[in-house]
């Protein structure tokens, strides 16, 4: 070494000395300890802005709820606050924790009781033994537990079996964003990259698989960005910087280093907050405007958990992993009066979210949010007035912290109802008839609602009930795009824009293109659990000249799947079918089987190599329908323990096993797709992109059940004036 | 013949003028008068129901306006009461009128100028001289006339190379249902059926092009309904029996009577009315909620077409065939705050509603809505607080009868803002990161609505307006549906259920398969006339193993489509691709070519062979999408004259044509499709269902251009009480 090259040594040691002091000096937010966690969990007031303009008390609707005394009143009541306490106390007792140097419990649920317990119980019936799955590590073990509340029993079952680990806890996913910070090379090329570690937030981004690297270790990739001068730093990437990191040591194991000539994206009109916005560019388009219920809403939420609505009844509850779960929805006969089983347990079972970015950074991110950082864990507390409206209830998460303390994630669910002008029928008659009819009613719905924020992108997840049965399933993409950084500043200069795996969406941003698939569990029970499911195909028939003018019509022939594979479906454009969920026992008066048809909407389908690693871990999406006999294991579509799973516990491998499925319990399953070229409009924030699939009666009624709903009158509606003139 | 034979006939003649008699004494509606057309359509009262329990006063946004005195403002204004009444008196006087034996007018409408004039035009300049374009009937031959408001001058266009006929005028289709009456056979028929005359109701339905029975004359087919005991006369059909009526002559040509052993389904459970339902059935279900605006409209609609709300202005107006046409579509640009165009004109060019019966009485029905029955004509007065909320502005179209006397189809159109409680945009910080971040902004729109009685169909088309920059076209489809009698009272009677070519509804009562096709004609102008179509494809590419741990990742490939057939496009789930207008003259500021996107939403496929005669007819489904250069004469999609047209003028061949169309002014074509198995649901009256497709920008802006907006505050809304309680 030189002196010259010495020096230059010597000043960097320096610099990086220095800037490691500045650095714990100057954190931008503080390491975390369980007492943070827990008080940004348990208070919502921690997750609002601080930058709102105003701050709005909290109505009756949205009070802070006191959860301390909460007791479970219907079998599928989540775990209560004292539940969760009582599972803490009995396992820290428990010689499997107590003799163990660490542990953490990535998930405490409620353990449903049997299906066949639950569908026999009633109202007023005492509730039976209550249980807690819980999924921990112990001493870097993966295991699934079972807590009897009333005996204190815990049943131990191994998972060595399984390639992958359970959802991170929020706990060791804000450490491993830290771990990169102990690194000297690290913080070096930060300071290398002219980002002042003051201004840098860094993202814990879960590996995928890809083979023997991602093989009996817990990893995550760590990558981070420069928050100065604005709140949205996932557009001011440090690209080509990525951190291996080993989650259960909390070790740096390897830095992939390959973007240091890419600058970090300028922070100029990035920042989305409205606190932000120069005043003289608000741009105030609209009046106010609201949804006006004066006689109060027209539903009830009974023991916290019990919805009723119109004709409708459904249990709702959030879940840390699938957001909120529907359950034992139930829609009221018009003829008969009486509640008809329609789904048993509806959610999302797991999303897959893999990026079209072959390169060392970003060719590993290939999410499923729901098993690997938990769809409810990331649902934050829903903005009163703007996430919901007005008139929408509030349903707060219980959650448990790594540690087993539980917490509340207050204003986590909404449930209001919705009308948006729309016609739930309506006839006119013509000048033709001459017949003076104009019969029209409007269409009002409930939905259920819940937004995930994870990391950047944010899921809004909405079931709808309709009063003619259907129910439609939505999801809203909407928050941060994840971007790329480039040198490029225009397009002009990139000569294969093809191979910028994006779009330039401002100077030195590529939005990367990605997928999004969110595939749903529906444990559909049509009038019972018993169930077929029957494709309708539409198929061209030719005439022959004798037989009519007509050359060729469309015939329906219907087709009863027999087993699991005659249940995989691709859906095509030219060789259309229904496929409906029938009760093959029960039939209409004029002998239709009664059913529920789902309705795909515009959709996408997963078109990665099936032998991808990726897409042997999202091989859930290898068809857009499957159909599987009811196995209360068989919930999560990309396995129970997703994180670095290899795919051997998905919904394609359960199914290939090729199980009867007729006359049976079943579960549909569902994906939603979105191919996601991003566009200018994207940058800073993404305006709301959605999609959704409905269950409709089909024959399930014995005719229109909204038939006998009476129109809207001037006089049932409110008398409104403006906030000022009140 | 035996003296018993004769008795028989004896018995049936008497029979026969015993009802003739009795009908006439008894119609139940009388055979049209001009005046009693007039009266129909002048006042919007003499279509709203007899049956409401209230009378609703009309509020001042509903107002019976009276058009004797409107004046054009624009170039694109619609031709006002009193320039009909110059087009009628000008042609009475000219000779092809004059000299005539009869004659008819099958449309009078706005010639519009021509497109470089009107997009020269500003608000202020004198308008272009005005001129109306006719369709006549003169002495049976079709005419396409120029009629100068100015100089009063008329051009004659003969229509002989044409196959089809114009659009049948509300008077002749009337008249065509009174025909059959007057056939002893007919009659005769329908007393055996068990039908009393005076329960008689008949549609006119359109009969296609099948071959030298449809050439050279214009003909109607009539089927008649029992209307006893229910205004749902559609669901009692007379099977099996259809009139082959000459549309000029008024004559019947031919009666196939075939379904004498079907009976006629009872009237039970059919009537829809409110009025109709027995108290104790009503189904009060919900308490009133209602969209409030406290202070007011955020939109206002200058010179009665001119509509302006947040960032948008368009031009709309009522049309006779389309509905609605949105005309110079302009969104306002959040930097520059200038008005960008968007889309030159968008409506609904044609329909094509294909019935999957082979069988005599059904092969024909193959509808097309638009340009056989006036999708405008056949849109009724809207139903204010039910077709569109109370907060909604509503639009009267001007018509001209067959005579040519203007008349008033009051509140045809209404445009309203709408507030589902969906979110715009949101983003929420987790605890991973630690930032207080929650900003969200609620999703308000502006709805344009109107709904098309085409007989028994009831069609919504809404064009809905977001701040975002996207259009979202959505067509529901209510009323009721076309069945079939059948002698079957429960699907176990049946041997081969798809042979009925579709479901048992009720007892006796098919619904028959059949397919909707909505082709929308979208001049899309974006940031000028020239444009390109580009579509942006994604495929896999495979990854060599020294590449990247990842096998596959998807590559967008962007293709400018040179000619016309380069732009035929029919989607393919497993082939996506993201379909652009751009302006390739016009980029961004990193380079982006400016467009907008259209984005397809759940749609269907027509399967019915391409050489079938309706398939030839409705040729403008072959693909889903398309693009043509401009061409002033090309905008309905099936023909300027469709009735039994045989698919020499549709968009397929005009395309087939396949002229450049790069960086020319271009219009993209979009269908909508819908295949409808029917379900007990359906029956007597069919909840709503809903497709749409949405026009995006994508780079159009330079960023989210509603990343200014206010999020919803407290103060803002509305105080409102229950109206008892007012």
Redesign the interface.
Known sequence: MDTRSFLRFFFLTLCIAVALLFTWAHLP?GP?YAS??LD??TNSA?????????S?PPSPTRRLRDHASDTPHHPLDPLTLPEITAVRSILSSHALFASSSSHALHSVDLQEPDKSLVLRWHHGDPLFPRKATVVARVDDMSHVLTVDLTTREVTVEDTASHSGYPTMT?EE??AA?WVPLMNADFNRTIVQRGVDLTDL?C??LSTGW??KVEEKRRLIKVQCYSTKDT?NFYMRPIEGLTVLVDLDTKQVLEISDKGGSIPIPKAA?TD???SA?KPN??????????????????FTVEDDHLVKW??WEFHLKPDARAGVIVSQAKVRD?NTGEFRDVMYKGFTSELFV??????DAW??KTYMDAGEYGFGL?A??L?P????????YYMDGVFAAADGTPYVRSNMVCV?????????????????????????????TL?VRM?A???NY?Y?IDWEF?????IRVKV?L???LMVKGTSY????QVSS??NL?G?????NVIGV?H?HYVTFYLDMDVDGSDNSFLK?N??????SPN????????????TVAKTEKDAQV?????D?S?FHVINPTK??????PVGYKL???????S???L?????KRGAFTNNQIWVTPYNRSEQWAGGLLVCQSQGEDTLAVWSDRDRPIENKDIVLWYTLGF?H?P??????????VSSSFDLK???????????????????????????A??
């Open positions: 937010y975390p943070d966690l940004c969990s921690w997750c609002s802005s601080k930058n709102r303009l105003q709005k929020l996913m804000t964003t937030a993202l814990p890809y083979g709140v009109n989305y907050r409205y916005q560019q608000v741009l105030k388009l609209l009046k106010p405007i609201s949804i006006e219920q004066p006689n109060g809403r027209s119109a004709n018009p893999p990026y079209m970015d072959p390169t060719y590993f990331q934050m507390s903005d007035l703007n996430d919901c409206p007005r008139n929408a209001f109802e919705s009308y948006a002008g729309d016609i739930a029928w309506r006839h006119t008659e013509c000048p033709i008839t001459g017949m003076q009819i104009r019969e029209v009613r409007p269409k009002v939905v937004a924020s994870v990391a944010d809004i309709q009063t003619d049965g259907l809203g909407s928050g941060i500043e225009n397009v002009n824009p093809e795996h779009t330039l969406l401002s100077e293109i997928d309708v539409l198929r061209r028939e030719q005439n037989e009519s003018p007509r050359k060729s019509y469309l015939k329906a022939t219907k691709k859906l095509k454009l030219y259309p229904e039939r209409t008066r004029v002998g239709n309705v795909p909407g515009g959709t996408a389908a078109l990665l190599d032998d991808d690693p990726p897409q191919h070229i566009c200018q409009e994207d940058f800073p924030i993404m305006p709301t009666p089909v024959n399930f009624f014995e005719s229109n059940p909204i038939l006998r709903t009476p129109p809207n009158v001037e006089t049932d509606l409110p008398v409104c004036v403006a906030a003139s009140a």
